[in-house]
């Protein structure tokens, strides 16, 4: 299974941005997807997660009301819209794709090669 991740760049404070995540090589339909961010202080830290269904994303509390996870199985893909985006918001996200929708990243079994977002202030 290999994880393509794309969609960073610089922003403004209070701007937006889309992250894609693009799955091959596996049934996508079956794998739940999560989005993980790293930066200097944290190595995984968790953003959102959802099922193979769709249905019940998760959010971390940082971003929840301002990022939107969602999947389309037509494409094999999961985005990640984030709005009111925040100079800490600064990081490398990665997505990642597992068995089970958890904010354990130590759960997922494929990743992304991460992609950087900046937020300036």
């Known amino acids: 299974v290999q994880l393509q991740a794309s969609g960073g760049g610089l922003v403004q404070a209070g701007g937006s941005l889309r992250l894609s995540c693009v799955i091959s090589?596996?049934?996508?339909?079956?794998?739940?997807i999560a989005w993980f961010r790293r930066t200097p202080e944290k190595e995984h830290e968790f953003v959102a997660t959802?099922?193979?269904?769709?249905?019940?994303?998760t959010y971390a509390d940082s971003v929840k009301g301002r990022f939107t996870i969602s999947r389309d199985d037509a494409k094999n893909a999961v985005y990640l819209v984030m709005n009111s985006l925040k100079p800490e918001d600064t990081a490398v996200y990665f997505c990642?794709?597992?068995?089970?929708?958890?904010?354990?990243?130590?759960?997922?079994?494929?990743w992304g090669q991460g992609t950087l977002v900046t937020v300036s202030s």
């Open positions: 990642a794709a597992g068995r089970s929708a958890t904010t354990r990243f130590d759960i997922y079994n494929w």
């Open positions: 959802v099922s193979w269904t769709g249905s019940a994303p």
């Open positions: 090589g596996g049934t996508f339909s079956r794998y739940a």
